[in-house]
């Protein structure tokens, strides 16, 4: 982690004003702006500022490369860019490179893209010893599947079932990390991982259709992680809590990996007091 900083604005000569965003499609949703802008403010760094970057597919390498000269010094990444935004890195972190999938870029003064993964580091805090020994499942095979399977893995889980819509994305992504894909009726553990899009776009309408299981099929798991995040409790999450279910929400995840990403950013230790203030609902 970065040192602690004091009062006044961190600099780097010739580049007094910095940008950062979030990077996604779609990222209308993303609460990172709110939270960064909060932090960036609590520690004075009244040049800075944090924006939503939203970015098609098709765009994303281009935009990229033209963010440093534009004057960012960091973005985060989202859905479906997290794979693409390690491509597109000149380094990598170990993390971001094991896990196959980067969540926060950083930029040299040079230009140079550097890629880290903060989503990883972010729920191993959050699940403590909750891991040791369990068996856990994880749904999707994107960045954040990933992420959890790395997570997961460190952490000490004895069996990782993996479930996709795609079955040969699971395989793919077992082969390369570990894990066992996973059918319907095979799911069950102590831990169950959210990692789809469900709740995002519509779909928290009805998130058991698109899900392998129903709202009672929850009650059994000891611990529900939501990677997704809006402005409430998401559908799955508050079904789990419902049924005596701790539950790890999309916005923990967002404040712990925010606040690392923010320490790379800034070179300043993040007030994650503030960050959480803003994320309650």
Known sequence: ?????????????????????VLGWPVAHSRSPAMHNAALR?????????????VPPELFAEVVRALPAAGFRGANVTIP???????????ASERARAIGAANTLVFGEDGAIEADNTDGPALLEALGERAAGATA????????????????????????????????????????LGG????????GGQLLVNCTPVGLEGLEQEPFKALPLTADHLSRYETVIDFVY??????L???????????????ELLLRQGAIAFERFTGRRAPIEVMRRVLAP
């Open 42 to 54: 609590e520690l004075g760094l009244s040049s800075w500022r944090y924006q939503l970057l939203p």
């Open 180 to 187: 066992e894909p996973a059918e319907e009726g095979e799911l």
């Open 237 to 251: 999450a508050r079904a789990a809590r419902e049924r005596g279910v701790r539950v790890i929400d999309g916005r």
């Open 137 to 176: 499942v994880v749904l999707g095979a994107g960045g954040s599947a990933r992420a959890a399977i790395w997570a997961l893995r460190r952490a000490g889980a004895a069996r990782l079932l993996v479930w996709s819509r795609n079955r040969r994305r699971a395989r793919e992504l077992c082969d390369l």
């Open 1 to 21: 982690m970065a040192a602690a900083g004091g009062a006044g604005e961190a600099v780097t000569p010739g580049r007094a004003q910095a940008r950062l965003g």
């Open 81 to 91: 860019h997290k794979g693409a935004a390690l491509a597109l890195a000149a380094s």
């Open 230 to 235: 809006g402005d409430g409790e998401t559908r």
